[in-house]
């Protein structure tokens, strides 16, 4: 799959690992700003069975 990716990443190997890291940083980004508080209220992650 990476190589599929990679081999559609337009330009030589500099851009290809430029353009890499932008997108890796916008999946980021969308994730922690975006999925995460949108699932947050849905999950307890505060609620634990450990301890008293």
Do not use: C, K, Q
Not at 9 to 35: D, E, F, K, Q, S
């Amino acid at each position: 799959m990476y190589g599929w990716i990679w081999r559609l990443l337009p330009g030589n190997r500099v851009t290809r690992v430029l353009t890499a890291l932008v997108l890796a940083g916008l999946v980021a980004a969308v994730l922690w700003y975006v999925v995460f508080p949108w699932i947050e209220p849905r999950i307890s992650l505060d609620l634990t069975t450990v301890g008293r």
